[in-house]
Structures are given as structure tokens and as C-alpha cells.
């Protein structure tokens, strides 16, 4: 299930946010790779696909830093 997840966000960076190809685990996208509306439209297709919520109480913006926490933070929601 991992797996498919991860082939999931990777597509969807590689498609909507060509500029940072090729992506890798640890490719920051926090430090101004994405422009805030490109983060709201990552946020937005994580709570559409994946059932994630940027509203708990316990989240935190790292969990959005690389695409390796996007895959952690997304499997964890689904779980």
C-alpha cells in the first residue's frame, strides 16, 4: 500500500511541479520549491486522494517537507 501511495505523490510532484524532476526522497519543497499556491494544490490532492487533514491539532508543516514525509504522513492517514 506504501508503494502505491509513493507512486502516487512522486507522479503528482513530477506532473504539477516539473521545475523540481527529478524528485528524491529528500528533495525540499518548503524552502520556496513550491509557491503557496502550488502548496495549497499539494494540500488540497493529499485531502482528496489520501483522506489527510491539515486541520488536527497535532500537525505539523514538516510532515510536508520532503516527499519521503508526504508518503509517511499520507500512509499514517489511510492507516
Known amino acids: 500500500m506504501t508503494q ?3 507512486a502516487e505523490i512522486y507522479g503528482y510532484i ?3 511541479f516539473p521545475a523540481l524532476a527529478p524528485v528524491a526522497p529528500d528533495t525540499a519543497l518548503l524552502d520556496g520549491a513550491i ?3 502550488g502548496f ?3 494540500v488540497m490532492f493529499l485531502g482528496e486522494r489520501f483522506g489527510v487533514s491539515m486541520e488536527d ?3 505539523d508543516f ?3 517537507a520532503t516527499p519521503a514525509s508526504l ?3 499520507a500512509s499514517q492517514a489511510r492507516a
Open 4 to 6: 502505491d501511495i509513493e
Open 14 to 16: 513530477d506532473t504539477r
Open 35 to 37: 509557491d503557496s499556491l
Open 40 to 42: 495549497l494544490e499539494l
Open 57 to 59: 491539532d497535532g500537525f
Open 62 to 64: 514538516q510532515e510536508l
Open 71 to 73: 508518503v509517511r504522513f
